[in-house]
């Protein structure tokens, strides 16, 4: 037996109802109730093999004219009985729609429907089933595409209008392991039907919290990334541009779909004032804006004359005692914003709301997230190391 690692490529179906939960089959070659599956070879498409999947001579249901979409590509490592060795299961989650609603008393014995945390509990799941079911609910992750502009009141962001979530940047869930850069290429064409040259750059991650109510209603993590998007053949900024045709386009072909928009219609430029109160912006816009103020720098190099020169710091090496120190500083640092947070009027809320002073960081500091934490810590490791730089000396009192 080779000691490479065994890998595999599988299409999973995935049906969902929101009344019933997941639909799931009493596989008996596999040990227990699973999604249908079937591994890819080379070439496959993942939708094409999911339906297949529902083939199976095995499966007890006909499912005429049902759709595939794909919806998640997540990975696990396993131990896979057939070959009697581990394998990393690379599994492209395919949500199939079945063209009529399903009938749980009018299903055979071997299928059944399982809410998610019947699933999470239910000894006769497989365990491959309850990872797939995991990245699915508790876990969603979306390229964010930030392209702006030079307005009359600054810098403009461009978002479009979801039905669900209200105006939010041109965004895609991240489905497959294509580069970050790609997919927010992708959502730009999608969201906007540009088809001019675009060139992206992943800019940087955000982790947000919020309730979800897909795969039933709960809190979900979101991840984030955010790619800024730049225009090669058309400047925004500049009146009928193709960007904007291909948006009134877009618009026009949306509404003799009898969609309906907000006050700016399909599409509008926002400035980064009116991202932080406009009411009909997502609500995870505002968890966003840091980062989308850090990738319009990316899209626009020269918006800012400001050019940061901190003290080179590069040749300074901490003892393993002045790294000690970084946490304490680190903590006490949170502490001090923390404080005058509170003196301010703001209070703890689970997500961030200026103007209601709400601040998910509110917090000791050992419950912040691991990425607010190092915030703090690059603060105050790079506050010491500028100390030593300027020619002092950090000594412990009493110390030799």
């Given at each position: 037996?080779?000691?490479?690692?065994?890998?595999?490529?599988?299409?999973?179906?995935?049906?969902?109802?929101?009344?019933?939960?997941?639909?799931?089959?009493?596989?008996k070659?596999?040990?227990?109730?699973a999604?249908?599956?079937?591994?890819?070879?080379?070439g496959?498409?993942?939708?094409?093999a999911?339906?297949?999947?529902l083939?199976?001579?095995d499966?007890?249901?006909?499912?005429?004219?049902?759709?595939?979409?794909?919806?998640?590509c997540?990975g696990a490592?396993?131990?896979?009985?057939?070959?009697?060795?581990?394998?990393?299961?690379?599994?492209?989650?395919?949500?199939?729609?079945?063209?009529?609603?399903?009938?749980?008393?009018?299903?055979?014995?071997?299928?059944?429907?399982?809410?998610?945390e019947?699933?999470?509990?239910?000894?006769?799941v497989?365990?491959s089933?309850?990872?797939?079911?995991?990245s699915?609910?508790?876990?969603?992750?979306?390229?964010?595409?930030?392209?702006?502009?030079?307005?009359?009141?600054?810098?403009?962001?461009?978002?479009?209008?979801?039905?669900?979530?209200?105006?939010?940047f041109?965004?895609?869930?991240?489905?497959?392991?294509?580069p970050?850069?790609?997919?927010?290429?992708?959502?730009?064409?999608f969201?906007?039907?540009?088809?001019?040259?675009?060139?992206?750059?992943?800019?940087?991650?955000?982790t947000?919290?919020h309730p979800s109510?897909?795969?039933?209603?709960?809190?979900r993590r979101?991840?984030?990334?955010l790619?800024?998007?730049?225009?090669a053949?058309?400047?925004?900024?500049?009146?009928?541009?193709?960007?904007?045709?291909?948006?009134?386009?877009?618009?026009?072909?949306?509404?003799?779909?009898?969609?309906?928009?907000?006050?700016?219609g399909?599409?509008?430029?926002?400035t980064?004032d009116?991202?932080?109160?406009?009411?009909?912006?997502?609500?995870?816009?505002?968890?966003?804006?840091?980062?989308?103020?850090?990738?319009?720098?990316?899209?626009?190099?020269?918006?800012?004359?400001y050019?940061?020169?901190?003290?080179?710091?590069?040749?300074?090496q901490l003892?393993?005692?002045?790294?000690n120190?970084?946490e304490k500083?680190?903590?006490?640092?949170?502490?001090i914003?923390?404080?005058?947070?509170?003196?301010?009027?703001?209070?703890?809320?689970?997500r961030?709301?200026?103007?209601?002073k709400?601040?998910?960081c509110?917090?000791?500091?050992?419950?912040l997230?691991?990425?607010?934490k190092?915030?703090d810590?690059?603060?105050?490791m790079?506050?010491?190391?500028?100390?030593?730089?300027?020619g002092?000396r950090?000594?412990?009192?009493?110390?030799t």
């Amino acid at each position: 037996m080779s000691e490479e690692l065994r890998h595999k490529t599988v299409a999973v179906a995935v049906i969902y109802d929101k009344e019933h939960g997941f639909l799931l089959w009493n596989n008996k070659r596999w040990g227990g109730y699973a999604f249908p599956m079937r591994h890819l070879e080379p070439g496959d498409d993942p939708a094409q093999a999911a339906l297949t999947a529902l083939s199976d001579p095995d499966f007890p249901l006909s499912l005429p004219n049902a759709t595939a979409s794909p919806i998640e590509c997540t990975g696990a490592f396993g131990f896979s009985e057939g070959a009697k060795q581990d394998t990393y299961y690379d599994y492209h989650v395919i949500e199939i729609r079945p063209a009529r609603p399903l009938d749980p008393a009018t299903l055979d014995p071997d299928l059944r429907f399982f809410t998610y945390e019947q699933l999470q509990a239910a000894t006769n799941v497989t365990w491959s089933t309850r990872v797939i079911a995991t990245s699915l609910v508790e876990a969603q992750e979306v390229v964010v595409a930030v392209i702006c502009r030079r307005g009359p009141s600054g810098v403009d962001f461009l978002l479009v209008h979801n039905r669900n979530y209200g105006y939010f940047f041109p965004a895609i869930r991240r489905k497959t392991h294509s580069p970050l850069e790609d997919m927010a290429v992708q959502a730009v064409r999608f969201d906007t039907s540009y088809s001019g040259s675009l060139a992206a750059k992943f800019c940087r991650e955000v982790t947000n919290i919020h309730p979800s109510t897909r795969f039933g209603a709960r809190e979900r993590r979101y991840r984030f990334y955010l790619c800024c998007v730049m225009l090669a053949e058309a400047n925004p900024a500049e009146s009928g541009n193709a960007l904007a045709k291909a948006l009134d386009d877009l618009q026009a072909a949306k509404r003799n779909a009898s969609q309906q928009f907000g006050e700016r219609g399909y599409w509008g430029w926002f400035t980064l004032d009116e991202l932080h109160r406009h009411p009909g912006l997502s609500s995870d816009v505002a968890d966003l804006l840091p980062a989308v103020a850090e990738a319009a720098e990316m899209c626009l190099p020269d918006l800012r004359s400001y050019q940061p020169k901190p003290i080179d710091t590069s040749g300074v090496q901490l003892s393993p005692e002045i790294l000690n120190l970084t946490e304490k500083l680190a903590d006490s640092a949170h502490d001090i914003w923390a404080g005058q947070r509170f003196a301010d009027g703001w209070t703890y809320g689970p997500r961030r709301d200026d103007a209601h002073k709400k601040h998910p960081c509110l917090v000791p500091y050992a419950e912040l997230p691991d990425g607010e934490k190092q915030y703090d810590r690059n603060a105050a490791m790079e506050t010491l190391k500028a100390i030593m730089a300027l020619g002092y000396r950090i000594e412990k009192q009493g110390s030799t």
